[in-house]
């Protein structure tokens, strides 16, 4: 008889998921219809095809004073999703995708799926095998490689790899790379040069419950207000979840600000930093949590900033197959442009003299 | 209208011989749903979640859970983790051993690679659910933290049964290559 000694590991190991994944899970109604619901996937991905779906219809009466943004989805979006249920065979994979980890000096290197200019490439630092599963006939290959150094970046956390049939330079990250200090963190992955932000800030007021109340979409020079207030005291050490049995009930508890975020060399593309009133800074960057203590009255500062000096709205979505969601008259204060339905083709009307846009101002930081 | 949880830590606390009612008035059913689901036996599953009262009176305090809901499920799940491994001992459970079944589907072949340690594979395991979208990750923990059926994911989530079975095969292959590539065994 099996004695499933694996298995029931497994299982033991699964009760010790973060307790906001619980919650989430646990707390997750009964889905209306998809199109009612595709806001979901979040705000990054929701401004992008914002953009690119339809027109942006501006109502001044949204809550505690912020305008209300109506933003035009359609029923394509969602197949997006479910493309990516689909598992590419092996011959289809490029050849990053296929050889997906890196062993070098016992220290494990996965495949970001990103290339790296060969200007940024510097000297080689050893020979190395990469090896990669193919999902259908469960067969492990390996080939071999040269590994290289990239420029400021530290080999700690990535390196470049070239592939002998190739003539591009790929880059492998080490997932569980821990800094020990937010100056750690900033050198090792160049952050000054390979940080970039969408221009947007979200702020959400997370209760113990998990959920959240209406979000406020803030713009404006994000990455101006993030280097000069948030990135200074480089010399805070990370936090470690393990040494902190606290830590998980703190992070982004109250209100917190999610900067969107992406390190689009290494492959992070829409991710996030947080911000919260308890004074941590957080980031999914390289897959794992990061969390660096920048204290209260910082984070305080940069929360009252954000919310005096940037300009905020509240995203509403009107989805073109469902007439209820559309914006009622009265809701659109005295708006003349919302006595009559509004349709796809109705291009985006602003208070300002803002254009919308899909990407943030990546200029250097002041 | 429902006590809040802060209420039910301080009764705990101050040791009140109400916590223990408040707690079951609250969370009675979430928690029998996860033993039974893991156990399916009624009277199995009830008298885990007594064992789960006793424990969350003895851990609180000095314990003092942010997340009631997630630490009382936790409890709830682990003591009847414990009582499924004692009866597999002796019989067979058709549910479980389905569900364990599925879960050996994620777990990588372990050539030369020593187990890893639970703490590696917890991170690892978070990690991967991280990167997972809201709607995958949520499929997979109702099946494999609360132990629910396809059928009543389907229902809860408002997706199809052959959807959700479609997901979960997706999850446990990406994860168990997850494990693979980054050189973790179970």
């Known amino acids: 008889m099996k004695d499933n000694k694996k298995e029931m590991r497994l299982m033991k190991v699964i009760s010790d998921i973060p307790d906001d994944m619980i919650t989430s899970a646990a707390n997750e109604k009964t889905k209306k219809p998809w199109y009612k619901n595709f806001a979901v996937l979040g705000t990054a991905a929701a401004c992008i095809c914002a953009v690119a779906v339809g027109g942006i219809l501006l109502a001044m009466n949204g809550q505690g004073g912020y305008p209300i943004k109506y933003i035009y989805r359609d029923s394509d979006d969602i197949k997006t999703e479910e493309n990516a249920a ?106 000054k040069d390979n940080l970039s932000f969408s221009g947007k800030i979200t702020c959400k007021n997370w209760g113990d419950d998990g959920k959240t109340s209406d979000e406020v979409t803030f713009e404006g020079d994000v990455n101006k207000v993030v280097w000069n207030m948030l990135l200074t005291d480089t010399d805070i050490p990370i936090t470690l979840m393990d040494a902190d049995k606290d830590l998980k009930y703190t992070l982004n508890r109250g209100k917190t600000m999610h900067i969107g975020i992406s390190v689009k060399l290494f492959g992070y593309n829409n991710i996030v930093m947080n911000v919260d009133e308890n004074g941590y800074l957080t980031t999914n960057i390289l897959s794992s949590g990061k969390y660096f203590f920048i204290g209260k009255e910082k984070a305080k500062e940069f929360i009252d900033y954000v919310e005096k000096n940037f300009e905020g709205y509240i995203i509403k979505y009107v989805y073109e197959d469902n007439p209820d969601d559309k914006p009622k008259p009265e809701n659109a204060g005295e708006s003349s442009t919302l006595s009559h339905d509004v349709s796809k083709e109705e291009v985006t009307i602003y208070s300002t003299a803002r254009p919308p846009h899909d990407s943030g101002p990546e200029a250097e930081a002041n | 209208m429902d006590i809040t949880d802060n209420r039910i830590i301080e009764l705990f606390t101050s040791r009140s011989k109400e916590a223990v009612s408040a707690l079951s008035k609250k969370y009675e059913k979430l928690c029998k749903s996860i033993s039974y689901n893991i156990l399916r036996n009624k009277e199995d599953a009830e008298e885990c979640v007594n064992d789960t009262y006793l424990k969350v009176w003895d851990s609180i305090p000095p314990a003092k859970p942010d997340n009631l809901m997630a630490y009382v499920c936790r409890i709830a799940r682990n003591i009847s983790l414990d009582k499924l491994r004692y009866n597999l001992r002796s019989k067979r459970n058709g549910n479980t051993d389905a569900l364990l079944s599925e879960l050996s589907e994620c777990i990588p072949s372990t050539d030369n690679v020593e187990e890893s340690a639970d703490d590696t594979l917890k991170n690892a395991i978070t990690d991967f659910l991280d990167g997972l979208s809201d709607r995958d990750r949520n499929i997979f923990i109702r099946r494999y933290f609360f132990c629910d059926d396809v059928k009543s994911i389907s229902k809860k989530l408002g997706v199809t049964e052959t959807n959700v079975t479609t997901i979960l095969n997706r999850t446990r292959n990406n994860l168990k290559k997850y494990l693979s590539d980054n050189g973790i065994a179970v």
């Open chain 1, 86 to 191: 689909y598992v590419p065979k092996w011959h289809e994979r490029t050849i990053e995708e296929q050889y997906r980890t890196l062993r070098l000096s016992d220290e494990l290197y996965g495949s970001r799926c990103t290339q790296v200019d060969s200007s940024l490439v510097a000297e080689k630092i050893a020979s190395a095998t990469a090896s990669g599963y193919d999902d259908y006939t469960e067969k492990t290959y390996t080939t071999d490689v040269e590994v290289y150094s990239i420029s400021k970046v530290s080999e700690d956390f990535a390196v470049a790899v070239k592939f002998a049939e190739s003539d591009k330079y790929y880059v492998y990250g080490k997932g569980f790379y821990t800094p020990d200090t937010l100056e750690g963190f900033i050198n090792d992955l160049n952050l």
